[in-house]
């Protein structure tokens, strides 16, 4: 399914739905977002380190990976500063934790700034609000920023709850996510539906929680 068009309401008393590449293009703004940091860091530290852009980003991403899988499951595994931390220290630029705090908060900056709302996602939960069918987003990453990202999104009047990894101590596809999402809304899961864009994480995690789950793709 490439929209919402088709998504099913009847008898549908709550709906669950995943934010990145679900409401909005992840990746469209990390780009962005990526490219941003990679000119601050040439303009900062060009006479100490000469990289490029490409080697930049895949060192950032090496850190951000090795990040991830080290914290597991903790929300702190979807750190970025601890991603540039560890960028920093292998190049031993001190002190790495006040540059890592700075390009953490430029990447955000970036990327909100950037995001835009998928149209059909919109139209989609503005049809959920004007049948008082509560929405709950269920998310992995820290909860602050996925609140920034439902704030610059102006989705905050259409989705009531909100759950995180951060939050649950899981990520998705652990029950414990879905569970936590059924617990604030207050509804069985034969009631409820999950969108998201990831097979297994939104799709196959809802549906091992008893809940019907529709996969979407942004074009």
């Not at 991830?68 to 031993?92: D, H, M, V, Y």
């Not at 006040?98 to 835009?116: G, T």
Request: glycine share 2%.
């Amino acid at each position: 399914m490439d929209d919402f068009s088709k998504i099913d309401l009847h008898n549908i008393q709550a709906v669950l739905i995943d934010i990145d590449d679900t409401l909005y293009s992840y990746k469209t703004a990390h780009e962005i977002a990526i490219r941003q940091c990679y000119e601050e860091f040439s303009k900062k530290f060009s006479s100490t380190i000469d990289w490029t852009q490409e080697v930049f980003i895949q060192t950032y991403r090496n850190h951000r990976t090795n990040v991830t899988e080290q914290l597991k499951p903790q929300g702190a595994c979807r750190s970025r500063l601890f991603a540039f931390q560890k960028l920093f220290e292998q190049i031993n630029l001190k002190p790495t934790y006040v540059h890592a705090q700075h390009f953490e908060e430029l990447y955000w900056q970036q990327l909100i700034a950037n995001m835009a709302i998928y149209k059909p996602a919109y139209i989609f939960l503005k049809q959920c609000y004007e049948k008082n069918i509560p929405v709950c987003a269920v998310t992995d990453m820290q909860a602050s920023i996925q609140i920034k990202k439902l704030q610059k999104l102006e989705l905050t009047k259409y989705i009531s709850h909100l759950v995180t990894s951060e939050e649950v101590g899981a990520e998705k596809p652990a029950a414990k996510m879905y569970l936590k999402a059924l617990e604030k809304v207050s509804v069985s899961p034969e009631h409820t539906i999950m969108i998201g864009d990831s097979l297994e994480k939104d799709i196959i995690g809802a549906q091992q929680a008893g809940i019907t789950a529709y996969q979407v793709e942004i074009n």
